[in-house]
């Protein structure tokens, strides 16, 4: 069993940073792929970013791939999402989850967490 808890959202203005942390127990937890997500009001959840066991692959959404960075820290059974020039459209909450196989379904996971509001100001 992993139970995951987000951390690090917040009312930034456009053109800012924020990380997004991914905090995990359970023992297998290291070696579980972690995907990002986001949904904002009104729209499906969408696909952010992906990373594998290691952290050696890593995979993200075209539209964010080039601001969006994820990474992960096992001794600290993190995963992070480091959020550059952000931009009102990224406001949404922001959630992760784990499954044990780096590839599959982007969207098909088996534990989730419950999320963190991130907000962009124009």
């Known amino acids: 069993q992993v139970q995951l808890v987000e951390s690090g959202g917040g009312l930034v203005q456009a053109g800012g940073s924020l990380r997004l942390s991914c905090a995990a127990s359970?023992?297998?937890?290291?070696?579980?792929?972690v995907g990002w997500f986001r949904q904002a009001p009104g729209k499906e959840r969408e696909f952010v970013a992906r990373?594998?066991?290691?952290?050696?692959?890593?995979i993200y959404a075209d539209s964010m791939k080039d601001r969006f960075t994820i990474s992960r820290d096992n001794a600290k059974n993190t995963v992070y999402l480091q959020m550059n020039s952000l931009k009102p459209e990224d406001t949404a909450v922001y959630c992760c989850?784990?499954?044990?196989?780096?590839?599959?379904?982007?969207?098909?996971?088996?534990?989730w967490g419950q999320g963190t509001q991130v907000t962009v100001s124009s």
């Open positions: 990373i594998n066991w290691s952290g050696g692959l890593t």
């Open positions: 359970g023992r297998t937890y290291s070696t579980y792929a």
């Open positions: 989850a784990a499954r044990p196989q780096y590839y599959g379904d982007d969207l098909s996971y088996d534990y």
